[in-house]
């Protein structure tokens, strides 16, 4: 089974079965002075901004997303993107089971909210990093948790390793990562690992179970959209994970 994709591999868009998964679909959706149409038919869709600018229409509402900003487009609904320069939208999707409301999350909202904007880890041990909560579990969703993080320089991030592999399964897309590269792992036992990957700007790593820490290499950081899944509706618990034991106390 594969669990690394570049770029071109996302274009066409990739189902939950290619990727090892049960539930969660993605697309990278590229524009550059065209338009093109989102039918969510029974999922909720993410739509994530990750270069340049989108605009979007839906049932007569319309704006412009830069880059970093997020819509949340429920079930049964048709968006039209578009943009008159290159952007770039990584599209996430997952069955829902509830009518919910479209909503434009805006990163600078995010950022300016420190109920959003969370620092985690300790910088002694290289593991502090910032995350965005873009849908957290009091967002009105069905299975969808987005948000973005960030390792300083050279930093880990998803430490200590944890994993909640029976509540949900994840996505990671690495962005803003310029000329950097960084180390992702997908474990269960250290010793036959899933994935130990070289990933860089615009790639993606599929989490369907296991620890799945990673680290920026010198002069870089780690920063990437996670997408999770809750594999059942509605249980969608942030904190709901568990922290490899031999990695407790001392290395948090």
């Known amino acids: 089974m594969r669990y690394h994709f570049k770029p071109a591999d996302l274009l066409r868009g990739l189902g939950p079965e290619e990727m090892g998964l049960a539930y969660t679909y993605v697309q990278r959706v590229e524009l550059a002075g065209r338009q093109t149409e989102i039918d969510t038919g029974d999922t909720e869709v993410c739509l994530a901004v990750v270069e340049g600018q989108a605009g979007y229409e839906l049932a007569g509402s319309r704006g412009t997303a830069p880059a970093k900003d997020m819509l949340y487009v429920p079930r049964r609904s048709v968006l039209t993107l578009s943009a008159s320069d290159r952007a770039v939208v990584m599209r996430y999707g997952a069955p829902a089971h509830i009518d919910t409301g479209f909503v434009h999350i805006p990163f600078a909202r995010i950022d300016a909210d420190p109920a ?28 969808l948790m987005m948000g973005i993080c960030r390792s300083e320089t050279g930093g880990w991030t998803s430490w200590p390793p944890h994993e909640h592999g029976e509540q949900r399964e994840e996505v990671y897309t690495y962005i803003d990562m310029g000329r950097a590269f960084g180390i992702q792992c997908v474990y269960e036992d250290m010793r036959d690992p899933l994935v130990v990957a070289m990933v860089t700007e615009g790639d993606i790593i599929s989490i369907p179970r296991g620890y799945h820490p990673n680290v920026g290499c010198p002069a870089g950081v780690m920063s990437f959209i996670y997408c999770m899944v809750a594999r059942t509706p509605g249980q969608r618990q942030f904190m709901d994970l568990r922290i490899q034991p031999i990695y407790g106390d001392r290395f948090e």
């Open 116 to 143: 959003r904007h969370a620092v985690y880890g300790r910088r002694e041990n290289h593991s502090r990093r910032n995350v965005w909560h873009f849908i957290g579990d009091d967002f009105n969703a069905s299975r």
